[in-house]
């Protein structure tokens, strides 16, 4: 492992796209403590500490800090997030979209990409519009007219404009998905005051605590168990032999070969828990920034709140927490089976095999080999959406043992899945270059 990484710094490629991308991550930590102008730090740190159990929680912990302290990045990536559900939406609805999607090549994907960027600079505009509207009572701004919101609201704009840039940035030279490796820093910059929170578990006003020990031990143990289920999952696959007969390439003949399809559980690695995460919290996060006491109000709103936030807050009733939990689920299955078909097209791999002299044993080519795939495929994905959905709703039914938030389930799930998807890149471009992989010692 350390030798693979020592020989990844000696290469200069990926040496630079490493320090490339450290160096906008760092940007990226960096921006999470300018606040906007006009803000009143001390009014902001008390109005943000009252309301630290409500949804702005999990904000905070997705943009690293930046939403508690209001600074330019106080958005985080959110609203590209919701915009490219939306954009995927209206892919399965509007034909010319689908065949964008589909069919367009790279011009269509640079398309889809310029559509969801104007999404997003929109979603942008009406959360920073409702920021400064539901804080400007609180009096968090040290002036409540026009000129200072509109100051506050380009200032979030920016902020998250330039983080869309530093994603690109980051997937095109870089190494890792962008957006990923930007929700990846901001929950790992959490980590050491979850730490010491687990600390006090031990140690209560300066006392040694037995009972907090054990929870401490509980809450080690059960990360340790997490982080290896995940791992085993995102590592696991099921292999579908393929054999091909013997052909004539050129002037010679080419034997017989027997290879295998790789279905992986989690094809669609940590995105449909990003986005289901994001689906679920935006209505909340809405919600509270244009109607700021919400909480202590009732109706159709409070109830869609409640239902929101049941991942975040432990302050709504159990039948809250339950459709929510449910809810998410659903939405992490589908999300998983909608990201993998996008990536695993089971009838043009079955075309792609039959054009190659190719089968798989005992199913005849052509449709019953797309058909075949499917059905593989679909109980694949289910078993990894269901595994996936089931630990990031686990923390919502141990609250009560005062679990951290940075170590609840989606994050472990999105901090894990990263780093194995940044260490199979990492590990291919050093294959390439004939150094050993992760896996040998």
Same mark, same amino acid.
């Given at each position: 492992?350390?030798?693979?990484?020592?020989?990844?710094?000696?290469?200069?490629?990926?040496?630079?796209?490493?320090?490339?991308? +450290?160096? $906008?991550?760092?940007?990226?930590?960096?921006?999470?403590?300018?606040?906007?102008?006009?803000?009143?730090?001390?009014?902001?740190?008390?109005?943000?500490? @009252?309301?630290?159990?409500?949804? %702005?929680?999990?904000?905070?912990?997705?943009?690293?800090?930046?939403?508690?302290?209001?600074?330019?990045? @106080?958005? #985080?990536?959110?609203? !590209?997030?919701?915009?490219?559900?939306?954009?995927?939406?209206?892919?399965?609805?509007?034909?010319?979209?689908?065949?964008?999607?589909?069919?367009?090549?790279?011009?269509?994907?640079?398309?889809? /990409?310029?559509?969801?960027?104007?999404?997003?600079?929109?979603?942008?505009?009406?959360?920073?519009?409702?920021? !400064?509207?539901?804080?400007?009572?609180?009096?968090?701004?040290? /002036?409540?007219?026009?000129?200072?919101?509109?100051?506050?609201?380009?200032?979030?704009?920016?902020? %998250? #404009?330039?983080?869309?840039?530093?994603?690109?940035?980051?997937?095109?030279?870089?190494?890792?998905?962008?957006?990923?490796?930007?929700?990846?820093?901001?929950?790992?910059?959490?980590?050491?005051? @979850?730490?010491?929170?687990?600390?006090?578990?031990?140690?209560?006003?300066? @006392?040694?605590?037995?009972?907090?020990?054990?929870?401490?031990?509980?809450?080690?143990?059960?990360?340790?168990?997490?982080?290896?289920?995940?791992?085993?999952?995102?590592?696991?696959?099921?292999?579908?032999?393929?054999?091909?007969?013997?052909?004539?390439?050129?002037?010679?003949?080419?034997?017989?070969?027997?290879?295998?399809?790789?279905?992986?559980?989690?094809?669609?690695?940590?995105?449909?828990?990003?986005?289901?995460?994001?689906?679920?919290?935006?209505?909340?996060?809405?919600?509270?920034?244009?109607? #700021?006491?919400?909480?202590?109000?009732?109706?159709?709103?409070?109830?869609?709140?409640? $239902?929101?936030?049941?991942?975040?807050?432990?302050?709504?009733?159990? *039948? !809250?927490?339950?459709?929510?939990?449910?809810?998410?689920?659903?939405?992490?299955?589908?999300?998983? !089976?909608?990201?993998?078909?996008?990536?695993?097209?089971?009838?043009?791999?079955?075309?792609?095999?039959?054009?190659?002299?190719?089968?798989?044993?005992?199913?005849?080519?052509?449709?019953?080999?797309?058909?075949?795939?499917?059905?593989?495929?679909?109980?694949?994905?289910?078993?990894?959406?269901?595994? +996936?959905?089931?630990?990031?709703?686990?923390?919502? +039914?141990?609250?009560?043992?005062?679990?951290?938030?940075?170590?609840?389930?989606?994050?472990?799930?999105?901090?894990?899945?990263?780093?194995?998807?940044?260490? *199979? *890149? $990492?590990?291919? *471009? +050093?294959?390439?270059?004939?150094?050993?992989?992760?896996?040998?010692?």
């Amino acid at each position: 492992m350390f030798n693979t990484i020592k020989n990844a710094l000696k290469t200069p490629e990926i040496r630079k796209k490493i320090l490339f991308t +450290l160096l $906008l991550l760092v940007i990226f930590r960096l921006g999470c403590y300018i606040t906007i102008p006009g803000v009143d730090i001390v009014t902001l740190e008390s109005t943000m500490s @009252a309301s630290s159990n409500s949804v %702005t929680g999990m904000i905070n912990m997705i943009s690293g800090g930046a939403f508690s302290r209001l600074s330019i990045f @106080a958005m #985080s990536i959110t609203p !590209y997030i919701t915009a490219s559900i939306v954009i995927q939406l209206l892919g399965m609805i509007i034909p010319s979209l689908e065949r964008l999607t589909k069919e367009g090549g790279e011009e269509g994907r640079k398309k889809i /990409d310029r559509y969801t960027k104007i999404i997003t600079v929109v979603l942008a505009l009406v959360e920073g519009l409702g920021i !400064y509207l539901s804080y400007r009572s609180s009096g968090i701004f040290v /002036d409540s007219g026009a000129l200072t919101g509109a100051v506050v609201v380009i200032s979030l704009m920016a902020g %998250t #404009s330039l983080l869309m840039w530093l994603g690109d940035k980051i997937t095109s030279v870089g190494i890792g998905n962008g957006i990923s490796m930007l929700i990846f820093a901001g929950i790992v910059s959490s980590l050491p005051s @979850a730490v010491l929170g687990i600390g006090s578990l031990i140690f209560v006003d300066g @006392a040694f605590s037995t009972i907090g020990l054990l929870k401490a031990i509980g809450i080690v143990i059960g990360v340790l168990i997490l982080v290896t289920g995940i791992v085993f999952v995102q590592l696991a696959e099921r292999r579908i032999p393929v054999q091909y007969s013997k052909k004539v390439v050129g002037r010679r003949m080419v034997g017989a070969q027997n290879t295998h399809i790789p279905i992986k559980p989690a094809m669609a690695s940590v995105m449909p828990i990003i986005f289901a995460s994001s689906f679920m919290t935006f209505p909340a996060m809405i919600i509270q920034l244009f109607i #700021s006491d919400i909480e202590n109000q009732a109706g159709f709103w409070r109830v869609i709140y409640n $239902l929101s936030i049941a991942s975040s807050s432990s302050n709504v009733g159990w *039948q !809250y927490t339950i459709i929510n939990a449910i809810i998410y689920l659903l939405l992490i299955v589908g999300f998983t !089976y909608f990201y993998t078909y996008a990536t695993f097209n089971p009838a043009e791999v079955a075309s792609n095999i039959k054009q190659n002299g190719g089968f798989i044993p005992g199913i005849r080519a052509g449709k019953p080999t797309s058909d075949y795939l499917s059905s593989v495929l679909s109980k694949v994905v289910l078993f990894g959406g269901i595994f +996936l959905a089931v630990i990031a709703i686990l923390p919502m +039914l141990i609250r009560f043992i005062g679990l951290s938030t940075a170590f609840a389930g989606t994050s472990i799930l999105i901090v894990v899945g990263v780093a194995i998807e940044l260490s *199979q *890149q $990492l590990q291919s *471009q +050093l294959v390439m270059r004939h150094y050993k992989g992760f896996l040998e010692n």
